[in-house]
């Protein structure tokens, strides 16, 4: 079956400009996460859905940050009024249930703000 | 908080061992995974540790000692596609926190 995807696979946007960006996991995995990874960093935690519910949205950096997942399956990830440092490849994964340590990542969108 | 400690970078040559040792703090601990991620690619699984002791996967091998909150990844009979960043990560109640990587580099 298909992996997680994500679109757009890059995206150049202009400093205070909204984006939004998509990720489709693998059918029937009930967890979604979302992370960020800065160039040569490591993968800090966003948010994470079990279902359409995100019981902790502590590791968005602002409330510019913010997610949804309906259905029990797409979730875009909107961040407002961008500035320089949101700059980073946003990486989305799944995995069957909340909990597993086996997650499978999409192929990250890279976002540029200018 | 929580917080994982691996070395930046390691340089090894082909058909050697390494080892990329993590140290953690974290609450409420239930096991250690390990990632690799090429350049430009998306992470992928390698190994999970929820007891202590060694666990083997064809030439990768995993440790955990719980009481020293540190773990390892090993890689025997290093190829040229090793080369590749390597993340530890902590499961924790329902995600993952990953270390900032370690970066190895094989070389001929």
């Known amino acids: 079956g298909a992996g997680v995807s994500q679109s757009p696979s890059n995206k150049v946007t202009e400093k205070g400009k909204d984006v939004e960006l998509r990720c489709d996991p693998i059918s029937g995995h009930t967890a979604l996460y979302w992370y960020r990874q800065s160039l040569g960093q490591g993968l800090e935690f966003l948010i994470y859905?079990?279902?359409?519910?995100?019981?902790?949205k502590s590791g968005l950096p602002s409330d510019r940050f913010s997610a949804e997942r309906t259905g029990g399956s797409v979730s875009t990830l909107t961040i407002q009024r961008t500035q320089q440092e949101d700059s980073a490849v946003y990486l989305c994964a799944s995995s069957v249930r909340q909990g597993d340590y086996e997650q499978y990542f999409g192929p990250g969108t890279r976002l540029t703000v200018t | 908080g929580q917080s994982l400690e691996q070395p930046s970078e390691v340089t090894a040559v082909e058909g050697a061992i390494v080892q990329i040792n993590c140290t953690y703090q974290?609450?409420?601990?239930?096991?250690l995974s390990w990632y690799q991620q090429h350049d430009g690619g998306a992470p992928t699984f390698l190994s999970y540790n929820a007891l202590d002791g060694l666990e083997e996967t064809g030439r990768f091998s995993s440790f955990l000692s719980r009481s020293d909150s540190y773990g390892y990844l090993l890689l025997q009979e290093l190829q040229m596609k090793d080369s590749a960043s390597y993340f530890c990560?902590?499961?924790?109640?329902?995600?993952?926190?990953f270390g900032k990587g370690t970066s190895l580099l094989v070389t001929p």
């Open positions: 990560a902590a499961l924790s109640g329902y995600a993952l926190n």
């Open positions: 859905f079990q279902g359409n519910s995100a019981p902790d």
């Open positions: 974290t609450s409420g601990f239930y096991g």
